[in-house]
Nanobody
Framework: QVQLAESGGGLVQAGGSQRLSCVTS????????MDWYRQGPGKQRELVAG???????HVVDSVKGRFTITRDATKNTVYLQMNNLQPEDTAVYYCHARLRIRAGVEAEYWGQGTQVTVSA
């Protein structure tokens, strides 16, 4: 059974930094993509950053220059370094992974989420 476990959230002041980690278990294959999503109060869940197995990592414009996603492909682990955090970054951050089973069939997995709260 594939499981994703996030850690590293908490309370931080504006301008501060946090590093989120997502450790996975149960998959013998490297995930095709590993991403970070977030859901702020009263908002829809949104993609923050992505790290494909092959290709270039990417972050959305709202966090560009502040957030960095890195991935350890050998361990199926992904990290999100968040710098210069702002109150609008307050959200539950979720780790997400996608695995291609065969042509046209994919499996998706989500972690439970970790709360990041940024105080002004």
């Amino acid at each position: 059974q594939v499981q994703l476990a996030e850690s590293g959230g908490g309370l931080v002041q504006a301008g501060g930094s946090q590093r989120l980690s997502c450790v996975t278990s149960g998959s013998k294959l490297p995930f095709d993509t590993m991403d970070w999503y977030r859901q702020g109060p009263g908002k829809q869940r949104e993609l923050v950053a992505g790290a494909p197995k092959r290709g270039v990592t990417h972050v959305v414009d709202s966090v560009k220059g502040r957030f960095t996603i890195t991935r350890d492909a050998t361990k199926n682990t992904v990290y999100l370094q968040m710098n210069n955090l702002q109150p609008e970054d307050t959200a539950v951050y979720y780790c997400h992974a996608r695995l291609r089973i065969r042509a046209g069939v994919e499996a998706e997995y989500w972690g439970q989420g970790t709360q990041v709260t940024v105080s002004a």
